[in-house]
Each structure stands twice: as C-alpha cells, then as structure tokens.
C-alpha cells in the first residue's frame, strides 16, 4: 500500500533525517519550505502524514488554516509538528504526534512507525473493496439473493432486483474467489438509495 508524506520546513539537518526514515518506512516524501506552496499542493492532492516545523514563520497560520478548512476536515493527514527544545504548546496545534529539535534517528524511527501504523489502520477501516458477487439475505424467515458491490471491515453494499422493507436483524451469506468456506454474518440496514445509485449498505456484526 503507497503511503505519502509531506514535510514543511527549512530545517534541512531535520528534513535530511525524516526523508530517510520516511524512505526505510516506504512512505514518500515531498519536501516543502513555504507554507503557502504546501497549501496549493494540499488543496490539490492529498497525503497521508504532514510533517510541520513549528520554527517555521507562517507554520503557526498553516496549521490553523488546516484546521479551520472544511474542504480538509474529512481527510486530514495524520499531523506530527516539531519544533525546537524547550517550545511550548507543541501539543496545542492540532497534531497527533510531536518532537522536539534536533531529531534523533531513534526519536524519528518511533514516531514515524507509530503514524504509519495509525495511517494503515485508518485505510483499512474506511477502504472498500469493489466485487460483484452473489450473496443471500435472509429475513424474517425470508430468503432474498442480491449482488454483493463492496466490502469493507465494518460493512458491504448490495444492490437487489427491486426495493425491499427489511427491518431487524439479517442473516448474510456469501463465498469469496478462491476461500474453501462461505461467509456468514449477522448485520443490519445502515442505509439505503435507489437501486441507479447502486447500493443497499449492511452494517455487518
């Protein structure tokens, strides 16, 4: 999975030692020194981790302007802010994680570990896989075959033939490409849309 990162600062000892580790970590890496080049590519793009040097002049406004933004509230990069020893506050701008100048690669290793794991975790709960399966819905002693669009870990989108009332709770039944057993799961109606927007997402148990 290809993670990205960007760094703001012109600390270049720092830069030097975080797009190393960031490399070793598979995690890419572009390194800006403006604050107002780094929005322009943020507003364009997204990634995944943003690194900002709180010695920076402006980086102050850019990570309050990251906060207030509500284009980026949806998909805000995890955030880690450095900033000279002694700087107080660090834990107050909004970031997940936080170290002090100069980075030690140790320091560097840990932190940067750490985000990516978050980073993985969140993709996985939020990805959805897009299929085109079979699978049976059972109901209230009914039994119902549909087509199953997407899964994720915390659900599954099925469209059907026509609208359906389903209330309480559904039994799920289906088999993945190349398992030796089917699936089976207890879930509920989350939601639903008219079949041309294809989808009738289950929250699954």
């Given amino acids: 999975m290809t993670l990205s990162s960007m760094v703001l600062s012109r600390d270049w000892q720092e830069v030097s030692v975080l797009e190393c580790i960031l490399g070793g970590l598979q995690i890419g890496v572009d390194i800006e020194s403006h604050p107002e080049r780094a929005w322009a590519k943020l507003s364009k793009s997204k990634v995944d981790a943003l690194i900002v040097d709180c010695d920076l002049k402006g980086a102050d406004s850019f990570l309050r302007q990251l906060q207030e933004n509500s284009d980026h509230g949806s998909a805000l990069p995890v955030v880690i802010v450095s900033g000279s020893r002694g700087q107080h506050h660090l834990g107050e701008k909004g970031a997940v994680f936080t170290f002090e100048k100069p980075i030690s690669v140790e320091q560097a290793v840990r932190t940067l570990s750490a985000a990516r794991t978050l980073i993985l975790d969140g993709r996985l709960r939020y990805h959805r896989q897009v299929l085109d399966l079979p699978v049976s819905l059972t109901y209230a002693k009914k039994r119902l075959q549909a087509r199953l669009v997407n899964l994720s870990q ?36 989350a939601w639903n849309r008219p079949v041309r927007q294809r989808g009738n997402p289950l929250r699954t148990n």
């Fill in 154 to 189: 915390g659900g599954m989108g099925i469209q059907l033939n026509k609208p359906v009332e389903m209330r309480g709770p559904i039994k799920i039944l289906f088999e993945l490409p190349g398992a030796k057993h089917p699936v089976k799961a207890d879930a509920e109606i």
